[in-house]
Structure formats: C-alpha cells, structure tokens
C-alpha cells in the first residue's frame, strides 16, 4: 500500500534528515491529535519553544499513533550543512520509495527549497518513479503532520530518556562523509 512521508531537519548531534511514514488512513487522525495538542494562539508544534513538561506530554500523545521513523545523520564539520542535507536525501530518497513504499512525501519548506528540489528530482529520476511519487514542500503551519518529524528528530537527537520515548519507532542511518 502507497504510503506517505512528512519530512524535517535537525542539527543535533549532526545532521539528521527525520522522515515519519504513515499509512493514508492515518493522515486524519494524526493530523486531528496533533491540532489538539497546540495550546491556544499556538500556530504549531515545535519541540525547540516547548516547556519539559510540554515535550513529555506530546511526545506521549503522538506515540499512540501509527507510523515509521527513518532518521538520516551526517556529521557535521567534514561537510557543510547543505552537502550534509544532499548526502541524507540521496540516501533517503531510494529507501522510502523502494523499501517503504512511498507514493507521497512533503518536506518542511525553508530557504533550501530550490537545491532540495534538484537533489529529489534526480533521485526520483534514478528510481525511475516519476510516474508513482510526488513531493512538496510546505509549512508547517499549514500541514501538521511536519510536526512529527520535529518532534521524533528533536528526540533521538536530545538522547537519554528523550529518545526512549520514542525509540521502537526510530531506525537511525548514520552517512559516511
């Protein structure tokens, strides 16, 4: 079954490329849990602006749902930031669409939009699945679902008992530089 993946940064301990898998059948109701947990005038979820206690209680929350985790870490300082985000994409790219099934993937938009969108292309080139893959990028204010890869990345990175919370979900792919 054709899947989709919501995918998002973090510079912690490296480079990580967080990309979170969900079933189409789960995409509402992950989206309706994660518009719950925004406190009022909270546009989103955003592990960096969250109190402890805040972090604990969502990073509860969203592990009652269905969904994959595939973090990519390049380390930093043999590479820069850009070469580290290109690495993990072309790493990432063949394995969720040959291996996870992925129909769908929207990326968290930034200032890297345009590069992002030649390395993707090429890899979508590569796997020969212009026909059965799609990607955007989007902001997270305006899709929910880019929370979660905030929220697992955030986590794995934080370590200790941050990333137990989360830790069946995660399978972490370290980048040779």
């Known amino acids: 079954m054709p ?23 789960d995409l509402v109701s992950a989206r309706r849990l994660l518009r719950g947990l925004c406190k009022p005038g909270q546009r989103r979820l955003h592990m960096k602006h969250e109190s402890d206690g805040r972090r604990r209680e969502i ?16 380390r930093l300082g043999v590479r820069s930031e ?5 690495e993990c994409f072309r ?21 890297q939009d345009r590069q992002d969108n030649q390395v993707i292309r090429e890899m979508v ?6 026909e059965q893959f799609t990607y955007l990028h989007s902001a997270p204010a305006n899709e929910p679902l880019l929370w979660l890869p ?3 990345a955030w ?3 934080r370590g200790g008992d941050w990333r137990r919370r989360c830790s069946d979900r995660l399978q972490i792919r370290d980048i040779d530089p």
């Open 59 to 74: 990073l509860s929350a969203v592990t009652q749902l269905e969904f994959q985790t595939r973090i990519y870490r390049a």
């Open 150 to 152: 905030d929220i697992v």
């Open 155 to 157: 986590a794995a990175g």
């Open 82 to 86: 850009r070469r580290a985000r290109d």
């Open 3 to 25: 899947t989709h993946a919501f995918v998002d940064e973090s510079s912690r301990g490296g480079y990580l490329l967080c990309a979170v898998v969900l079933l189409p059948a």
């Open 91 to 111: 790493t990432m790219l063949p394995e969720l669409i040959g291996e996870l099934g992925v129909a769908r993937m929207v990326v968290e938009s930034c200032d």
């Open 125 to 130: 080139w590569k796997a020969q699945a212009e």
